[in-house]
């Protein structure tokens, strides 16, 4: 059974960068025909995607962020990682990191339990 | 940017009712489509990826269909736990989910 758990600070300030990481157990983050993929959802909002990354170290990230995003793997720690910079209010949310399959298509079929991060000085 | 709508953003029904909540795609996105539950507190589950295709574990009163624009999840017997906001997703270019249908009790 894959697992995955997010970490990292639950405030931030603004300007700065956020930083969380995702491990995961059950699998290895290595293994081909997947990748590795971070959403969040604002409160009150919906879910919204941000990036993904291959098992490869291909990166895939949402247009309006791309300017501020890195999704990076630790195939030694079987953990995958988000920062995003120059943050502010609107990047509150929770933050969830996912599996992310190829099936017909892509879908996300593991999830975190979701990490809340809050931007305010 | 592939944008995805879902009407009504809540809808009120009991327990024994059949559900159906729509989805639609702003392009074709042929069956690129998945759904998740979505619980407070909880991680999102997927209950039905590429339209129609039940994953593993999910109950059979689930089901998904459409194709092109036009989707539906359907719950053919509301039970008390799948009180819930239900979110469509699609995978055609590259990912944008839906704002959810919140399911209440009535």
């Known amino acids: 059974q894959v697992q995955l758990q997010e970490s990292g600070p639950g405030l931030v300030k603004p300007s700065q960068t956020l930083s969380l990481t995702c491990a995961v157990s059950?699998?290895?983050?290595?293994?081909?025909?997947?990748?590795w993929s971070w959403i969040r959802q604002p409160p009150g909002k919906g879910l919204e995607w941000i990036g993904s990354?291959?098992?490869?170290?291909?990166?895939y990230y949402k247009s309006s962020l791309k300017s501020r995003i890195t999704i990076s793997l630790d195939t030694s720690e079987n953990q995958f990682s988000l920062k995003l910079s120059s943050v502010t209010a609107a990047d509150t949310a929770v933050y969830y990191c996912?599996?992310?399959?190829?099936?017909?298509?892509?879908?996300?079929?593991?999830w975190g339990q979701g990490t809340l991060v809050t931007v305010s000085s | 940017d592939i944008q995805m709508t879902q009407s009504p953003s809540s809808l009120s029904a009991s327990v024994g009712d059949r559900v159906t909540i729509p989805c639609r795609a702003s392009?074709?996105?042929?069956?690129?489509l998945n759904w998740y539950q979505h619980k407070p507190g909880k991680a999102p589950k997927l209950l039905i990826y590429?339209?129609?295709s039940l994953q593993s574990g999910v109950p059979s009163r689930f089901s998904g269909s459409g194709s092109g624009t036009d989707f539906t999840l359907t719950i053919s017997s509301l039970q008390p736990e799948d009180f819930a906001t239900y979110y469509c997703?699609?995978?055609?270019?590259?990912?944008?989910f839906g704002p959810g249908t919140k399911v209440d009790i009535k």
């Open positions: 996912a599996r992310t399959i190829v099936r017909d298509g892509y879908n996300f079929d593991y």
């Open positions: 059950g699998g290895s983050i290595s293994s081909g025909g997947y990748s």
């Open positions: 990354i291959y098992y490869s170290g291909s990166t």
């Open positions: 392009q074709n996105i042929s069956s690129y």
């Open positions: 590429a339209a129609s």
């Open positions: 997703q699609q995978s055609y270019s590259p990912f944008t």
